[in-house]
């Protein structure tokens, strides 16, 4: 990472309460191939959530604690505050003396910007204005949240603003949390019902509806220079399995998440 930060532009996505299971099995089946033919061998990476909601997993993401590869570690990490006696803190570990990623890009010279989308970055309240708070710019509206049927498309139109406005020579740090997934998801599945409810078919859906779109904001983000991009999942979601519904719980499917980074090459 001490190659790329200062050469690259830098994208996060994360892809609010994507389980594993449904994206890995979208990207075998086909049905996502827009994120597909950037994924390392056409799939996800198995990895565990560093939080089981989106507070706590956003708060371990921007000190640097991305989702863990899912085998025995330790495993190093792409990013990390100076800390003695960090184990996965290698030599090609970006490392920073702030308390967090958000601030240390910063501090190297990118501008930091957040597009959110879940309520907890949607600057209505204290609580939801911790997140954005972080970055020099941050952009909410009710069309990128959760009850919005278009919620990405507004966001990448945001992003693409956000890129199209900033000086040739500015480097970037664009951190996008996509809404789409997270409940209620029932409108993205063709001839669903309010009282229908969401369900893995719909949770498949939303993802489906992101990938048709997710390549605008690819092109934007390499639009300047080459862009190194991380896409993953920030936690999970039970849709009844051994009784549970939604996150904040601590079962596999909340836990494991799908994960991948790669590079997006300027475009000409």
């Known amino acids: ?55 706590a997993a956003h708060q371990a993401m921007f000190a ?28 090609g570990t970006f490392v920073y003396d702030t308390p967090d990623l958000v601030s240390g890009l910063a501090g190297v010279g990118y501008r930091t910007v957040c597009i959110g989308g879940v309520g907890f970055f949607n600057k209505q309240g204290p609580l939801g204005s911790v997140l954005p708070g972080m970055f020099h710019e941050s952009h909410w509206e009710p ?44 409108f993205h599945l063709p001839g669903a019902t309010r009282e229908d409810g969401d369900t893995l078919a719909t949770h498949a859906a939303a ?19 080459p862009c190194f991009a991380i896409v993953c999942s920030d936690h999970g979601t039970a849709y009844g399995e051994d009784g549970y519904t939604g996150h904040r719980v601590g079962h596999d499917v909340v836990w494991t998440v799908p994960y991948a980074h790669f590079f997006l090459d300027e475009a000409a």
């Open 64 to 91: 640097g604690f991305l989702p863990t590869p899912a085998t025995p570690g330790p495993h190093p990490r792409l990013f990390a505050a100076r800390f003695a006696g960090s184990e996965t803190t290698a030599d």
């Open 1 to 55: 990472m001490n190659d790329i930060v200062g050469s690259h532009d830098l994208l996060l996505v994360t892809l609010d309460t994507l389980r594993h299971d449904v994206a890995e099995e979208l990207a075998a089946a086909g049905r996502i191939p827009n994120l597909a033919r950037h994924l390392p061998g056409g799939g996800w990476e198995r990895r565990h959530a560093p939080g089981n909601f989106t507070y």
């Open 143 to 186: 069309e990128f949240g959760v009850a919005s049927p278009t919620s990405f498309e507004a966001q990448v139109t945001c992003a693409e603003k956000v890129v199209a406005e900033l000086p040739p020579e500015q480097s970037l740090f664009l951190f996008v949390n996509v809404a789409a997934l997270h409940q209620p998801n029932w």
């Open 207 to 225: 993802l489906e509806y992101v990938d048709r779109h997710i390549g605008r904001l690819f092109d934007a983000a390499s639009s300047r220079r």
